[in-house]
C-alpha cells in the first residue's frame, strides 16, 4: 500500500495547530478590552476563563449590578466586524436572571434580546423600585443614536414616597425617541409615571411625575424638589452610566 506524504511542512503545520490552540484558548478578559464592551457600560470586577467559556464575576451595567455572569463570544458576527458576547446569569446567583447578549462594533453598540430580573440601585432614585423586569428587551445605538428599539420593562416598587401611596409596578414598552432611548413607565391608572431617557454617550434623565390625591402631600413633595405642573408634580434627576 502507498502512503500518502502530507505537503504541508512541519514548521507551518505546528504553526497552524499553535494559533488554533491559543484561538481556543485566548482569554475573555482580552476579547472584552479589545471589543470596547466597557466602553458601552459593561464592567465586571473579573473576567476569568476562555472566551468561548467564560464568567464574568460581579458584573455591572453602570449601578445596576447583574451578579456573576457566563459569557461566550459568538463566532458568526465577528465575520461581520461585530463582537458579540452571549450572557447567561451563572447557576450560584440564583436570585437574579438574565438571559440575552451584547454587542459591540466600530459604529456603535446593542443588546439583542435581553430577559432578565435585576435590581436598578439608584437608577430610578428616589422612589423604592426594587426591581426591573426585562421581557425581550433590544436596543440598537449607531454613532450615538438610538436606531431600534423594542420590548418591555416593568418596574416593581415597595412602599410609599412621601406619604404618597405607590402603586405595586410601573411599565411600558421601549422605543427611540430622538437620539435617546427612552423606556416610559406608568402605573395601571396612569397617576404615576417615569420616562428614563439614555443617551449613546451613556447620560442619562429620568423623569417622575406623581399625581397625589392627597393634598398634605403636596408640600412633602415641594420639599424634595418637585415641581408642579400640567401633569401633576414632577422631578428630573440626570446621571451616567
Not at 505537503?7 to 491559543?22: D, I, S, V, Y
Not at 418591555?152 to 422605543?175: E, K, M, Y
Not at 396612569?190 to 406623581?210: C, F, K, P, Q, W
Request: with cysteine.
Amino acid at each position: 500500500m502507498r502512503r500518502i506524504r502530507l505537503a504541508t511542512a512541519r514548521p507551518a503545520l505546528f504553526g497552524a495547530m499553535l494559533a488554533l490552540a491559543l484561538l481556543l484558548f485566548v482569554p475573555l478578559r482580552l476579547i472584552l478590552g479589545l471589543a470596547g464592551v466597557g466602553d458601552a457600560g459593561l464592567t465586571a470586577r473579573a473576567a476569568v476563563g476562555s472566551v468561548w467559556a467564560g464568567q464574568l464575576r460581579d458584573a455591572r451595567f453602570g449601578d445596576v449590578a447583574l451578579g456573576d455572569l457566563d459569557a461566550h463570544l459568538s463566532p458568526w458576527p465577528l465575520v461581520l466586524g461585530r463582537a458579540r458576547i452571549e450572557l447567561d446569569s451563572h447557576a450560584d446567583t440564583p436570585a437574579l436572571a438574565l438571559h440575552g447578549a451584547v454587542g459591540v462594533s466600530r459604529s456603535g453598540v446593542r443588546a439583542d434580546d435581553l430577559t432578565a430580573t435585576i435590581a436598578p440601585g439608584r437608577l430610578f432614585a428616589p422612589l423604592p423600585v426594587t426591581a426591573l423586569a426585562l421581557d425581550a428587551v433590544s436596543v440598537r445605538f449607531d454613532d450615538g443614536t438610538c436606531t431600534a428599539a423594542e420590548g418591555r420593562i416593568r418596574a416593581t416598587l415597595a412602599g410609599d414616597f412621601a406619604g404618597v401611596a405607590l402603586p405595586q409596578s410601573l411599565s411600558g414598552a421601549i422605543r427611540c425617541e430622538g437620539k435617546a432611548l427612552l423606556i416610559p413607565l406608568a402605573s395601571q391608572a396612569g397617576a404615576e409615571h417615569v420616562d428614563l431617557r439614555i443617551e449613546g454617550d451613556s447620560n442619562y434623565r429620568a423623569t417622575v411625575t406623581l399625581q397625589p390625591a392627597d393634598p398634605a402631600a403636596l408640600s412633602r413633595l415641594a420639599a424634595l424638589g418637585f415641581v408642579e405642573g400640567a401633569g401633576g408634580y414632577t422631578l428630573s434627576v440626570e446621571g451616567r452610566f
